[in-house]
Structures are given as C-alpha cells and as structure tokens.
C-alpha cells in the first residue's frame, strides 16, 4: 500500500474497467474487420476478372519477351467472340516465364491479362491470405480470441500454401 494513498481507494472502479475493455475490444475489432476488407479489396481487382469470365476474353498467352515488371506474347482466343492479339501483356511475377504457354482473361479495354484456372483463382487471392495472417495477430494480441486467431492464421495460411504449390 502506497503511504499517500487512503486504505479504501481502489485503482480502478469495476464501470471503467468495463467500458475500457469495451473500447479496447471496439477498436481491436475495426482494426481487424479494415485489415480483412483490405485483403478482399486487394484481392478483388484482379479475382473479378478471373472468376467472374462470362463475356470476357479467353485464351492462351505464349510469353515471349518479359520486361523488368510485365510479359508480354502473342494471345490465342479459346472463348466465342475473343480476338487473337499480337501481344498481351502479363504481370511479372514469379510464376510468369518466357517461352511458357498460359491460360490468361483478358481485362475489358485494354491489353492486360490476369491468368485463369486454379492458380489464377488462388494467386487472385493471395492479398487475401496475407490479411488473414495479419488479422489473425490482432485478434490474438488484442481481442484476446485465441481459437478466432488460430482460425484465421490457419486459413491464411492454407490460402497462401495453395496459391504457392499450384501457381
């Protein structure tokens, strides 16, 4: 007991404590909830057009030449009303090597294709994966949701292993 402090003075009443445990677990909560909707923001621009195909542009894409951030190569319609390009351009990644064939959609008005199939469904998602993870530690270090957390780690991680093994 501190000497300054009276015998009957308590740190805290048990009112504060509560609203404060409710603030943490409000604020915790958003936190987490913009992270997730973040992933599926991230995720969306490019999923759209992969999972969504009806109407679009369908093909095969024979990489010929790859530039510091883009594949490039000649497009080979596979869908109905799909025109064959001279050249469509390829996010670089790690997945993308010259002189491979890809199946690929064509995003409306322009050149730009995102691949399709199962590994384009699952590379789509990968942002996704990546929030999961970081939401998973807040709902572990701030929601005190231990069994959540694990939930949302494991599935972030089995979205990203996925994604790795097929791409």
């Known amino acids: 007991m501190i000497p300054a402090m009276p015998a009957h003075a308590t740190p ?3 009112a504060s404590a509560v609203v404060l445990r409710f603030g943490r677990f409000a604020a915790m909560g958003t936190v987490a909830v913009l992270i997730l909707v973040a992933g599926v923001w991230a995720s969306w621009g490019t999923a759209q057009h992969v999972m969504l195909t009806k109407g679009r542009e369908r093909g095969t894409v024979e990489v010929a ?3 510091s951030d ?3 190569g000649r497009f080979t319609p596979s869908s109905a009303g799909a025109q064959p390009r001279s050249r469509v ?3 670089k990644s790690v997945a993308v090597e010259r002189g491979r064939t890809y199946t690929v959609v064509v995003k409306p008005g322009g050149e730009d294709a995102v691949r399709s199939g199962p590994a384009g469904v699952l590379y789509a998602w990968v942002p996704l994966g990546g929030a999961l993870l ?3 530690v807040v709902v572990a270090g701030g929601l005190l949701r231990t069994r959540a957390a694990w939930v949302l780690a494991l599935s972030g991680v089995a979205l990203l292993t996925a ?3 097929t791409v």
Request: net charge neutral.
């Open 12 to 14: 805290s009443s048990p």
């Open 65 to 67: 030449r790859c530039g």
């Open 70 to 72: 883009a594949c490039w």
């Open 89 to 91: 351009v390829l996010e």
């Open 134 to 136: 970081l939401a998973s």
């Open 163 to 165: 994604a790795f093994v």
